[in-house]
């Protein structure tokens, strides 16, 4: 059976753009609602975002308090370097002889004892801060001479001299023994 339409065209038409327009608004609405949800959602994660940043303000807050509280140490170390910086400065030649006679006196063999002891300091004023690229500033000299009984002491004290912190370059100038097979140098 074939179908047979009886209605004018123009309700036929009027139909299909009825449903043509709430296909439309339907669509429209859907649109709406999605903006309308992701809306929601920016604003929901925009609020999440303010309570962060609100909160690290108020641990920024404390721990500015925490650093003005420490200010004063910060400065007392500040001044504390800059003494040190001076102190280090005043005592860059420094030599301390009662260290110097504390360290000769441990290390000087027991058959071995000292008849001159002499110490010379470089000029301060020609002194200079650079290091060579050996490394060691040379700031003075220490002579002696004594008495020693055999070769193996003054070997020892050689050995011990160049032990001392801050000693270098130990070494015998000259040596004789005092009177034909006696040992005594």
């Known amino acids: 059976m074939s179908a047979v339409n ?10 299909q753009t009825r449903k043509l327009t709430a296909m439309v608004a339907g669509a429209g609405a859907v649109v709406l609602i999605l903006i309308g949800f992701f809306y929601y959602l920016q604003t929901a994660n925009l609020t999440r975002v303010n309570d962060d940043i609100t909160q690290a303000q108020g641990v920024n807050t404390d ?17 504390a370097d800059n003494a040190q910086k001076v102190l280090a400065a005043v005592f860059a030649n420094e030599v301390s002889f009662s260290g110097i006679l504390v360290d000769l006196s441990r290390v000087i063999p027991t058959d071995e004892y000292l008849t001159t002891f002499s110490a010379k300091t470089n000029d301060p004023g020609t002194a200079t ?16 001479g004594g008495t020693a009984k055999g070769t193996s ?33």
């Open 63 to 79: 721990l500015q308090t925490q650093i003005a509280g420490l200010q004063e140490f910060a400065d007392l170390k500040a001044q």
């Open 129 to 144: 801060t650079e290091v060579p690229s050996g490394g060691v500033q040379l700031i003075g000299q220490l002579t002696f």
């Open 153 to 185: 002491t003054l070997s020892a004290w050689l050995t011990n001299l160049e032990k001392v912190k801050g000693w270098v370059n130990p070494w015998i100038q000259s040596f004789a023994e005092q009177a034909e097979d006696t040992d005594i140098y």
């Open 6 to 15: 009886l209605l004018p065209p123009e309700i036929r038409q009027r139909a």
